[in-house]
């Protein structure tokens, strides 16, 4: 089994001007939702030059001065923006911490923002290293353009169920967005088969838009339980269902696991830049019209964004495998 690759030339635009192309993408959306939820996207129109530009950026903050880094740290923040350490997240419960560092950062929601203001998890000031000052302002520019990209393929997933392409419309007014910059080092020389960069999980929110460099080492749960490697592919994005989707197709399209291990680069670090996208806060995710069969009862009980997310995050911090 492998993973698609959906072509998004003349589907970026939305209108009845280019629903024919838009059409044929949103086939290929449900057939790829129905299998693993992964696909890559090409012609997604975003600049090449951005996107090296947000691997540069990577790469200039992670080798800052570790005392640097520290006071960035996560761990200062109300919003959870920051740097973090290698082995502070333990995505897969039954496998050792992930051996990654990591920086989370996003939209600059202002102070005065009524979620900021009721302290909303993650809505609030990014740390930025004040050492770099440019890569605020390229990983500001690339969330802009993230966040356009997700709200298009939101509309191409609403065409791919039936609906108007207009559906999530509503819901991309204050959005929870999470730019995560990734890096791994080379596997260790002493890991065990629990040892991953990234344990295996499914992602939380609605979509991911993963950047990946040249390297390989990402692998995804096909649906007959296999692991497939999301080989790099030039000029490409991985996209990948998160678990709100389920709930939104009542268990139609899968958010499926997938896995880090950075065992390809010859002792290289591997970086990876996934953009999390995901809807307004308060936005509400139940089933959508014509996903519940006549009486029966939804799969999940509807729940706001913030709701889900949240409880999501509890689950692996602070969670470390023996
Ligand atoms: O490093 C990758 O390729 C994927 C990372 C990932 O799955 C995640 O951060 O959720
Ligand atoms: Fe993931």
């Not at 005065?112 to 990014?126: F, I, K, L, T």
Request: hydrophobic residues 40%.
């Amino acid at each position: 089994m492998s993973i698609p690759v959906i072509d998004l030339a003349g589907a970026l635009r939305p209108g009845d001007a280019h629903h024919a192309r838009s059409a044929e993408v949103a086939e290929q959306i449900r057939s790829a939702g129905e299998a693993a939820g992964f696909f890559y996207i090409v012609n997604h129109g975003l600049d090449a030059a951005l996107i090296a530009r947000q691997f540069d950026a990577a790469k200039a903050l992670f080798d800052l001065p570790e005392t640097d880094k520290e006071a960035i740290s996560l761990a200062h923040s109300r919003a959870a923006r920051g740097h973090e350490r290698i082995g502070a997240q333990t995505l897969d419960a039954n496998a050792r911490p992930d051996v990654k560092e990591s920086f989370y950062c996003g939209i600059e929601y202002p102070p005065d923002h009524p979620y900021v203001q009721r302290g909303y998890y993650s809505y609030g000031a990014n740390q930025w290293p004040a050492q770099r000052p440019w890569i605020a302002a390229q990983s500001l520019a690339y969330t802009g353009a993230m966040c356009a990209l997700a709200q298009r393929l939101m509309q191409l997933l609403a065409l791919s169920l039936g609906l108007p392409e207009s559906h999530f419309d509503h819901i991309h007014a204050s959005p929870m967005v999470t730019l995560r910059m990734i890096r791994y080092p080379a596997h260790p020389a002493d890991a065990d088969e629990r040892t991953f960069g990234a344990g295996a999980h499914t992602d939380w929110g609605a979509i991911t838009l993963l950047a990946q460099d040249a390297w390989g080492g990402l692998e995804v749960q096909m649906p007959d339980g296999t692991w497939t490697a999301a080989t790099p592919l030039e000029g490409s994005l991985v996209i990948n269902l998160g678990d709100m989707i389920p709930r939104w197709t009542n268990g139609r399209y899968h958010s499926n696991p997938h896995r880090v291990r950075n065992t390809r680069s010859g002792g290289a670090p591997r970086y990876a830049i996934p953009f999390f996208y995901t809807p307004d806060y308060m936005a509400r995710i139940e089933a959508v019209p014509g996903s519940v069969p006549d009486g029966a009862a939804p799969l999940h009980p509807p729940c706001t964004v913030g709701e889900h997310l949240q409880e999501m995050y509890r689950k692996t911090y602070g969670v470390q495998a023996a």
